[in-house]
């Protein structure tokens, strides 16, 4: 099968995709309005629309469809599939080809259509053009009614995480520091400082702490200097963007994950974190308690209670083998049968096949 992919060649989950279809012998291709691509196979076209913000508002990729779809007829794919909703989504929308597919993946459809109503018309005319939509959450499903009537044509499909890579075989933790650990990029809806400042509330009540801030983005310099600025500097540790393989190897160091983002689709990050057997504390919101219920098998922590998140901290410090023995069993339940990479890719394959064939 040929499959093209409108996406975002410097995302992880974008790598994933096409790595996994190439490795089921598919041949993969991938247009993205990124130049860097490291995916070895994948057949990469890179369509220049200027620099592109993270906040949105990159109109200027809608006039860059006629040259997309240009390469798309060239190639001449069984499945041309867009990740992101509000850029390639609708790009994709007004190629107009099919059998076509969105993968909607969190803010495209959680927050940017609440914030503008153009973006909201113009999902909603990208999704009457899919012929399938793929969504991480069922929170994620609802918030589809706010733009249209999809819900025939939409499925909720976690990515999951590649449990072959993701798990606690090898963990083991260093009794002689307390590691928390955040893998989440430095962007506005992650809310690092959130989690900076209840540390800075806590860090002498905690004298072996360890801080691992992984991930990348445009908010990273400013994150620097707080850190700074809140005395935090001898504990902290910046890995920037590491591999997976990297990534898995101080999970499986660490004793508790924090992610306190203002919004999620589905929350990879945690799923990752579960799999390898950390104690996690994350925010109260729908991505999240899809798979955290309170005080079973992790804590939730109200967005922006910089007090409350410091409270949890010391409790999961203070009683650390009660809790975590406590969630480790569940959280190693719930990845198996809900978050396995390859079982949910399986049905995405399976879509594919049957779109090809005109069902």
């Not at 075989?169 to 307390?178: A, G, I, S, T």
């Not at 910089?306 to 650390?320: P, T, W």
């Amino acid at each position: 099968m040929k499959i093209c992919y409108l996406a975002d060649s410097e995302s992880i989950h974008t790598k994933r995709w096409c790595e996994h279809f190439l490795s089921k012998d598919h041949n993969v291709y991938l247009i993205s309005f990124k130049k860097e691509c490291d995916i070895s196979g994948v057949k990469f076209y890179f369509v220049d629309a200027g620099n592109l913000s993270v906040k949105g508002g990159n109109w200027n990729v809608l006039l860059k469809a006629n040259e997309i779809k240009s390469i798309v007829r060239k190639i001449k794919p069984d499945i041309v599939h867009s990740h992101y909703a509000t850029s390639y989504g609708i790009v994709g929308a007004l190629v107009n080809y099919h059998p076509y597919v969105i993968t909607a993946l969190g803010s495209d459809i959680l927050i940017s259509p609440n914030n503008s109503i153009i973006y909201r018309k113009l999902l909603k005319f990208a999704f009457k053009r899919a012929d399938w939509i793929t969504v991480m959450a069922n929170h994620m499903k609802l918030a589809m009614l706010n733009i249209g009537n999809f819900d025939l044509k939409t499925e909720v499909v976690p990515f999951g995480i590649d449990t072959n890579l993701f798990n606690a075989n090898n963990r083991k933790v260093n009794e002689n520091h307390f590691v928390i650990t955040s893998t989440r990029n430095f962007e506005d809806v992650y809310n690092i400082p959130h989690l900076l400042n209840a540390l800075s509330k806590i860090k002498s009540q905690i004298p072996n702490l360890r801080l691992n801030l992984i991930g990348g983005g445009s908010k990273r310099e400013f994150i620097e200097k707080l850190v700074k600025e809140l005395g935090l500097t001898n504990f902290t540790k910046f890995y920037g963007k590491i591999p997976q393989s990297e990534m898995v190897k101080i999970l499986n160091k660490s004793h508790v994950f924090v992610s306190v983002s203002l919004s999620d689709g589905n929350n990879i990050s945690l799923n990752e974190a579960m799999a390898c057997g950390i104690f996690p504390i994350v925010t109260d919101i729908a991505a999240n308690t899809q798979w955290i219920t309170h005080q079973e098998n992790g804590f939730l922590v109200a967005i922006n209670d910089v007090v409350q998140l410091a409270d949890l901290i010391l409790e999961s410090y203070n009683h650390y083998s009660e809790w975590s023995e406590k969630s480790f069993k569940i959280n190693q339940k719930i990845i198996h049968e809900k978050a396995d990479w390859h079982k949910n890719l399986k049905i995405v394959e399976n879509k594919y096949m049957l779109l090809t064939n005109g069902q």
